[in-house]
């Protein structure tokens, strides 16, 4: 070491951060190929959920079970009307519908010295959708945009449909959950 230089041609403080760059390069390569550290292995799976959507008129009811009985019999050997998010086809279809009597709902409106009781609800059905799909990871369970899970909102949208505000009341993976493994 001469004049502060390794072999007399290197600082000493260049090659210090120059060992330190290589080292971050290298753990952020090890960390970006899962290389570094336990990373679980995404375990895709079947899935079948139902989804509630409230109070729909009855004419859209007509004609959604209908795309479902037509994507059916098309000859394509498709079990329903697929799902779509974000302008893309998914691994999953619209399998059935059914369709109950929407629960009537009365609200008081109060006004300027006036009290009125507005019932709503006549004509429209409460609509529960049969999903079957794929989902690449059983832990995150997601189809597109959105997640999977008993509870949660969800849009059934397909290529023929779409309706808001639904709540997904049950789901079964073919090859249990994570949590299963």
């Known amino acids: 070491m001469k004049d502060g ?12 951060v120059l060992i ?17 550290g336990a990373v679980v292995p995404e375990v895709g799976t079947n899935i079948t959920y139902t989804v509630r959507v409230e109070r729909v008129d009855a004419e859209v009811y007509e004609n959604v079970k209908n795309f479902i009985e037509a994507a059916k ?5 498709v079990p329903g009307d697929q799902l779509m998010s974000n302008g893309a086809c998914l691994p999953a279809y619209v399998t059935a519908v059914e369709a109950a009597p ?16 507005v019932t709503s609800g006549k004509d429209l059905l409460d609509l529960t ?31 023929h449909f779409e309706l ?14 994570s949590a299963d493994n």
Do not use: P
């Open 5 to 16: 230089k390794v072999f007399g041609k290197i600082n000493i403080i260049d090659l210090l």
């Open 20 to 36: 330190l760059a290589v080292v971050i390069v290298v753990a952020v390569g090890l960390k970006m190929t899962g290389r570094l």
């Open 73 to 77: 019999n098309n000859g394509k050997g």
């Open 102 to 117: 929407a629960q009537e709902k009365t609200e008081m409106a109060v006004g300027d010295n006036y009290v009125g009781i």
């Open 129 to 159: 959708f049969t999903v079957e799909g794929y989902v690449a990871n059983n832990t995150k369970t997601e189809l597109g945009s959105q997640e999977v899970r008993v509870g949660k909102r969800h849009i059934v949208k397909t290529t």
């Open 164 to 177: 808001e505000n639904g709540t997904i009341l049950s789901c079964e993976w073919a090859g249990g959950t």
